[in-house]
């Protein structure tokens, strides 16, 4: 791949699984062989554009700094990082809530009445905006997975977590007893690349939401 | 907590040699403009941002210079009567970094047009434009992008729907962004939320040549930004038949960086390619009335940090050195 090979930054795990097959047989589409092999650098089916596969998490930091020149990413990620990107579109898949989720029978009453409320989350700034909203006070707990083990184990009184179809939490035991926002795939730009370079990642942007968004 | 490590860069010859050519090279132009050099002291005294490098000299707090603007207007408002109205400066000015790439320690070369109140400030904008213009032949860039904006055309309709402060602060981070749906989910419940929606969408529909300004004729507040689009319409008018050789101008409406501080028309100059804009300006006309002083007041700064950066990471952008 050449130095001016334009790079789209995909996330690994539950988006990327829902985002690469709606990209098959678009110019976009990924390298069958590639994805099957451990390479993180993909090609497409578009000369001189290929895909990075990245932890969610990592993702808006290469954007950011202008290696990948576009992206999709979960708006939960965006919110806790505090980058410097444009936000081109909501792609609408990858739809889940970012909520409170405790054992059930306990209430969000009951934990208001907590003297030391302790949160588990991966989400600390979303969690504090909540606190800070709903005038609460209450030690976080960071965690990057697994968090629905927390509260069933002593480590906190709950959690602050994605949930989607409320699967995994119904098999730890867990209720949501409050949304704290909504989080959704969005489409983003390197600030630099879409500024400067407009006629090279506009058409991009616009194939991806095509086949993201209408396709 | 994301952990970030001061960035001090040390320039070895070949950088060192170049910032030296360049900024000769732009005190040059902007002399040959009538622009007068002032340097204000690398040391402040007064009141102090928290993005300054602050240190105690003995009991006293100070801070390093952490922007030319700001240190120059307060040079000006203590010590002329009248405003000198060409100022142009050169030298570093120290900042912390927002983004962890970025130095403590920036190289600018900048200027100042400034005039007292009730004067046409349209021929100084335009004076400024021609000089940017200018700008990325003297420093050799082989082609360059020059965005034109203007702070009235978000300042206004949020003025006209009374939304000031957070919400308005949050407005504008969504449109820097240059995502209308965090406009809408920000607004969610607003009275003027449809209205605001649809002026996002119609500053965020376009990015390229003069047609742009047609865009403005969608959003509910083309009346009332009516004079704003003249402006720039007669601006554009005025610089197209002169645009260098490379030099690509464009509109960008939604341009909303240094809201806060701008109040008209804003001009940006962008590499093909570049992560970062290479220089930035605009009119400011309530930082000298903020000091007292009944001045209006516009200039431009040249970032020569990124400038060096970027002939490091992509020197093919350059024109061979002569």
Redesign the interface.
């Known amino acids: 791949m050449s130095d001016r090979t334009l790079l789209i930054a995909f996330p690994k795990g539950r988006l990327g699984d829902e985002l690469i097959p709606k990209l098959a047989g678009t110019p976009l589409a990924l390298d069958t062989e590639a994805l099957k092999s451990r390479v993180l650098q993909i090609p497409t089916a578009t000369p001189g554009v290929a895909v990075l596969l990245l932890k969610g998490a990592d993702l808006p930091r290469y954007v ?3 290696v990948a020149s576009l992206g999709i990413v979960g708006s939960d990620t965006l919110d806790e990082m505090d980058m ?7 792609l609408g898949f990858g739809a889940c809530r970012l909520s409170l989720c405790a054992r059930g029978g306990v209430t969000l009453e009951a934990l208001r009445a907590k003297p030391h409320l302790r949160l588990a989350t991966k989400f600390p700034k979303a969690t504090e905006a909540w606190l800070s909203r709903e005038d609460l006070t209450a030690e976080l707990v960071p965690l990057s997975s697994s968090a629905e083990l927390a509260p069933l184990l002593g480590l906190a009184d709950a959690i602050v977590d994605l949930v989607q179809t409320g699967g995994t939490l119904r098999a730890h035991g867990l209720v949501e007893t409050a949304v704290l926002g909504r989080s959704s795939a ?1 489409l983003v ?10 006629s090279r990642i ?1 058409p991009l942007a616009e194939l991806l939401v095509k086949a993201l968004v209408q396709g | 907590m994301p952990v970030r490590t001061p960035h001090f860069p040390d320039l070895l010859f070949g950088s060192a040699a170049r910032l030296r050519h360049w900024e000769g090279a732009l005190m040059a132009l902007l002399a040959s403009h009538g622009y007068r050099e002032l340097h204000p002291s690398l040391v402040l005294r007064e009141a102090i941002p928290g993005g300054a490098l602050r240190f105690f000299d003995g009991d006293d707090l100070v801070a390093l210079r952490w922007d030319f603007t700001m240190a120059l207007a307060g040079v000006l408002a203590r010590g002329f009567p009248l405003p000198p109205p060409r100022v142009s400066y050169a030298g570093a000015v120290f900042r912390r970094p ?2 962890p ?1 970025e130095a403590v320690e920036r190289f600018e070369v900048g200027c100042e047009r400034i005039q007292p109140e009730g004067e046409s400030s349209e021929e100084a904008d335009l004076e400024l434009a021609k000089l940017l213009m200018a700008i990325p032949g003297v420093l050799g860039l082989k082609s360059a ?1 020059l ?1 034109m904006g203007h702070a009235a055309l978000v300042r206004r309709p949020l003025e006209a729907e009374g939304i000031f402060g957070d919400l308005a602060k949050e407005v504008v981070t969504a449109l820097s ?3 209308p ?2 406009v809408k989910e920000v607004l969610d419940g607003h009275p003027s939320a449809a209205r605001l929606v649809a002026h996002a969408e119609a500053l965020l529909s376009e ?2 040549g003069p047609g742009t300004l047609d865009a403005l004729a969608a959003s509910p507040y083309a009346e009332l930004l009516h004079g704003e689009r003249l402006h720039m319409e007669r601006t554009l008018r005025s610089l197209l038949p002169i645009l260098p050789p490379h030099l690509e101008l464009r509109v ?1 409406l939604a341009e909303v960086a240094g809201l806060d501080f701008y109040t008209g028309p804003t001009l940006r100059l ?8 290479l220089a930035a300006g605009g009119r400011y006309d309530s930082l000298f009335p903020g000091l007292g002083r009944p001045w209006q007041a516009a200039g431009f700064c040249v970032r020569l940090s990124r400038l060096l950066d970027l002939a490091e990471t992509r020197p093919d952008l350059f024109e061979l050195p002569q």
Do not use: F, K, V
Request: aromatic share 6%.
């Open positions: 950011a700094a202008g410097d990107l444009l936000e081109l579109a909501d969005r730009a390197a600030r630099g690349a879409y500024l400067s370079e407009p506009r | 927002l983004q790439w992008i965005h962004r240059r995502a749906h965090r990015l390229n960008d962008w590499a093909p390619g570049a992560q970062q804009e």
